[in-house]
C-alpha cells in the first residue's frame, strides 16, 4: 500500500533531520510541537474513536488503533534516539570537566627520568 | 635522542603489568605521560613510582577521552613536537615506536599507524581478526584512505595532528574517530606493520567481540550527524 512507503519515507527524512539538527533550538522548538500534536492526536482519539478509525481507512492502514500504535511506536523511536543523543551530551562535558580536573592536578616526576620510590599519590 | 617525543599511555586497572612496562620504555623513552582513567586498583601508585608523569582522571570516563586528556597535556609541554599513542599492557614494542618515529621524521605522512594485517596475521586471535577485519569492510573511509587496521592503539604522529586532535567518543569508537578526522582535515596517513604481543593478560582485558557492536552502533550515529 502507498501509505506503508510514505510512511516509511517520512520515517527516515525525519531521522536524518532529528540527527543533523539535534540540540538547536528549531529542532528543540519542533520536537515540542510534535509532542503537543501527538497529545491533541491522543485526545482525539479516546474522545472520538470512529474519526480515528475513519481517518485510519482514508490512510489505508487498517483500525484506527494501528494508527495510533504507529504513532506511539514512532514517538517512541524518536525518545530513545533523543535520550541517546542527550547522555552523549552529557558525557562529553563530563569528561570536559573531569580533563581539567586532571589537567590542573598532574604530577611531573620529582626528578624527571629517575624512578620515584616513596612517591605518594593524593 | 627523544626529547622532543611524548608517549601517551592510557592506564585502567593495569596494576600487575603498569610498572614493568613503563620503566622497560622510559629507558628508550624519558617523556611518558600516563593517564590514569579511573582505576580502582594501584595502577597510579605504580606509576608513581616510575618516572613518567601522571594525569589522572577523577572518574572512569573512557580509553577515547583518556587519550584525549595525554594529548592535550604532551602538547602543552615545552618542546614537544612528536606523539605516540602507545599501550599501557605491554602489548606495543619500542622497537616498531623508533621504526615509526623514523617514516614520520621523513616526513611523507602527518601520521603513522601500526596494522597487524601487512605481514601475516597468524599471531592475530581468530574472533579478534574477524572483529577487526568486518570494522574495515563497513567503512568506506578506511578503504578509501587504504588502511587495513582501524583499531590499532600505536599511532605516532607530529605537533599539527596533535595541535587540531579533538576526540569527543570517550569509549572506543576514538579509533574510527581519529580516522575520520584524518578524512576531514587531510592528514596523511601511512601504516607500518608492528607486532602486538598477545599475552593472556592483554587477552583477556583485550575488547570483545561484542564491543564491536558498540563501536559500530557509535560510528554509526556519529556518521549520521557529520
Redesign the interface.
Known amino acids: 500500500m502507498l501509505i506503508q512507503y510514505v510512511l516509511i519515507f517520512v520515517a527516515g527524512w525525519l531521522?536524518?533531520v532529528f540527527?543533523?539538527n539535534?540540540g538547536t533550538t528549531r529542532a528543540s522548538a519542533g520536537a515540542k510541537i510534535c509532542f503537543l500534536g501527538f497529545v491533541v492526536f491522543s485526545v482525539f482519539a479516546v474522545l472520538r474513536p470512529g474519526d480515528i478509525s475513519a481517518l485510519a481507512n482514508a490512510l489505508g492502514v487498517g483500525r484506527g488503533t494501528d494508527l495510533l500504535v504507529y504513532a506511539i511506536a514512532a514517538g517512541f523511536a524518536f525518545m530513545s534516539l533523543h535520550t541517546?543523543?542527550r547522555f552523549k551530551e552529557l558525557?562529553?562535558r563530563?569528561?570536559q570537566l573531569?580533563?581539567a580536573?586532571?589537567?590542573r592536578?598532574?604530577?611531573?616526576?620529582q626528578?624527571?627520568?629517575?624512578?620515584?620510590?616513596d612517591?605518594?599519590?593524593p | 635522542m627523544y626529547d622532543d617525543t611524548w608517549l601517551i599511555v592510557p592506564v585502567y586497572n593495569e596494576e600487575p603489568v603498569i610498572e614493568q612496562v613503563i620503566?622497560e620504555t622510559?629507558e628508550s623513552f624519558?617523556n611518558i605521560v600516563c593517564?590514569d582513567d579511573g582505576s580502582r586498583d594501584a595502577s597510579?601508585?605504580r606509576v608513581?613510582?616510575?618516572?613518567?608523569?601522571?594525569?589522572?582522571?577523577?572518574?572512569n570516563?573512557g580509553q577515547g577521552?583518556a587519550l584525549?586528556?595525554g594529548i592535550?597535556?604532551a602538547r602543552?609541554r615545552p618542546g614537544a613536537r612528536y606523539f605516540v599513542t602507545f599501550d599501557a599492557d605491554g602489548q606495543h614494542q619500542v622497537a616498531d615506536v623508533r621504526r615509526m618515529l623514523g617514516r614520520l621524521r621523513e616526513g611523507s605522512a602527518d601520521m603513522v599507524v601500526g596494522t597487524r594485517f601487512r605481514s601475516s596475521a597468524r599471531h592475530i586471535p581468530r574472533s579478534k581478526r574477524l572483529l577487526l577485519r568486518t570494522v574495515v569492510a563497513l567503512s568506506p573511509r578506511l578503504r578509501k584512505l587504504r588502511l587495513t587496521d582501524a583499531h590499532n592503539g600505536l599511532r605516532v604522529f607530529g605537533r599539527t595532528v596533535a595541535d587540531t586532535m579533538h576526540i569527543?567518543c570517550?569509549g572506543m569508537g576514538h579509533a574510527s574517530e581519529i580516522v575520520a578526522m584524518a578524512a576531514k582535515n587531510g592528514w596523511a596517513i601511512v601504516e607500518e606493520p608492528v607486532t602486538i604481543l598477545y599475552t593472556e593478560y592483554s587477552m583477556a582485558k583485550g575488547q570483545s567481540l561484542m564491543n564491536g557492536v558498540n563501536i559500530l552502533f557509535e560510528n554509526l550515529?556519529a556518521g549520521?550527524?557529520r
Open positions: 531521522l536524518t540527527l543533523r539535534h541517546y543523543l558525557q562529553l563530563q569528561a573531569a580533563r580536573v586532571a589537567l592536578d598532574a604530577r611531573e616526576p626528578t624527571p627520568g629517575d624512578s620515584v620510590v612517591a605518594e599519590v | 620503566r622510559l624519558p593517564v597510579a601508585e608513581a613510582r616510575t618516572g613518567a608523569h601522571l594525569v589522572r582522571h577523577p572518574i570516563l577521552a584525549q586528556t592535550e597535556y602543552s569527543t570517550n550515529v549520521a550527524r
